[in-house]
């Protein structure tokens, strides 16, 4: 469904997403849509693993080490993105994009099969303090929104800790599921 053009809901190590094909600009107003998001909003490329993550953003040493010693895991982070990244996914000015490599079996199953990283956004809607938890109460709220739902039960209601690189120095953006200590 993600290689025809879809956009899914589905599970992650910390909580569900909305999840589409990289270079899929209408899935990618989809979510905008739904998220109600503005052009400023980082979006996320879920990655297989860290070879895949080094095609798509600018990492040094010192970065990589602190990335390897939570990943996969409950973490994204902001980093300053390869020309391989499409621009509308970028930051406008900063030229970034949010990287992850989750610590999920179904979604290592979709990256395995996909072949590539999955354009992904928490599935927060608008104006709601918490994420959807349930497959079937997505489905019931967003069925006219999106292509399909996977339904591998609760995987958690807290959002991954986002951490920004891109000046060389970690910044905690927001506190998720992951330890931020390591980072303050």
Not at 48 to 62: H, R, S
Not at 64 to 90: D, M, N, Q, W
């Amino acid at each position: 469904m993600l290689l025809d053009g879809g956009l899914i809901a589905y599970p992650t190590d910390s909580c569900y997403a909305l999840g589409a094909q990289l270079g899929n600009k209408e899935a990618l107003d989809r979510i905008r849509t739904i998220r109600k998001l503005d052009a400023k909003h980082h979006f996320t490329l879920v990655c297989k693993d860290f070879a895949q993550m080094g095609q798509f953003v600018n990492i040094g040493n010192d970065v990589f080490r602190s990335i390897k010693a939570v990943t996969p895991g409950s973490y994204t982070f902001i980093l300053p993105a390869t020309k391989e990244v499409p621009r509308r996914l970028l930051h406008p000015k900063k030229k970034t994009v949010g990287v992850r490599i989750p610590d999920n079996r179904v979604v290592q199953a979709l990256l395995a099969e996909l072949g590539e990283p999955i354009l992904s956004s928490t599935l927060l809607l608008p104006d709601e303090e918490d994420p959807l938890t349930q497959g079937w109460e997505i489905k019931e709220r967003l069925d006219h929104e999106v292509d399909a739902v996977i339904d591998a039960g609760d995987c958690g209601s807290e959002p991954t800790t986002v951490v920004d690189f891109s000046s060389g120095v970690a910044e905690v953006v927001r506190r998720g599921a992951g330890d931020p200590s390591r980072f303050e």
